[in-house]
Nanobody
Framework: QVQLVESGGGLVQPGGSLRLSCAASGSSLDSYAIGWFRQAPGKEREGVSCITPTDGVTTYGDSVKGRFTISRDNAKNTVYLQMSSLKPEDTAVYYC??????????????????WGRGTQVTVSS
């Protein structure tokens, strides 16, 4: 199983932007659909976005459509999440994970119930 490490989080003001990175080690990322998830204090983990391995077909959760963009650079073994127009309700720990594909689309369901350390995103003035 591919090992993933998240980075790029931080403190940002409402309306600001951040770019998260999900770097793979131990295996090539180009065989996996990768998803981003987030968990805010006291809430369940939520699927944010995912991208298929080769065609780069994307899926977004309703709460981030039009504001977040997922992309991947297989040569760098990295998946990115560009977050714009950030809101306080985007505050959470963000995680990446390998996800399943159905009919050439990725779905926001992790393949394994195993998570890394994540990266904290805080949106506050």
């Amino acid at each position: 199983q591919v090992q993933l490490v998240e980075s790029g989080g931080g403190l940002v003001q409402p309306g600001g932007s951040l770019r998260l990175s999900c770097a793979a080690s131990g295996s090539s990322l180009d065989s996996y659909a990768i998803g981003w998830f987030r968990q805010a204090p006291g809430k369940e983990r939520e699927g944010v976005s995912c991208i298929t391995p080769t065609d780069g077909v994307t899926t977004y959760g309703d709460s981030v459509k039009g504001r977040f963009t997922i992309s991947r650079d297989n040569a760098k073994n990295t998946v990115y999440l560009q977050m714009s127009s950030l809101k306080p309700e985007d505050t959470a720990v963000y995680y990446c994970a390998a996800v399943w594909t159905v009919h050439d689309m990725c779905v926001l369901t992790p393949q394994m119930n195993s998570w890394g350390r994540g990266t904290q995103v805080t949106v506050s003035s």
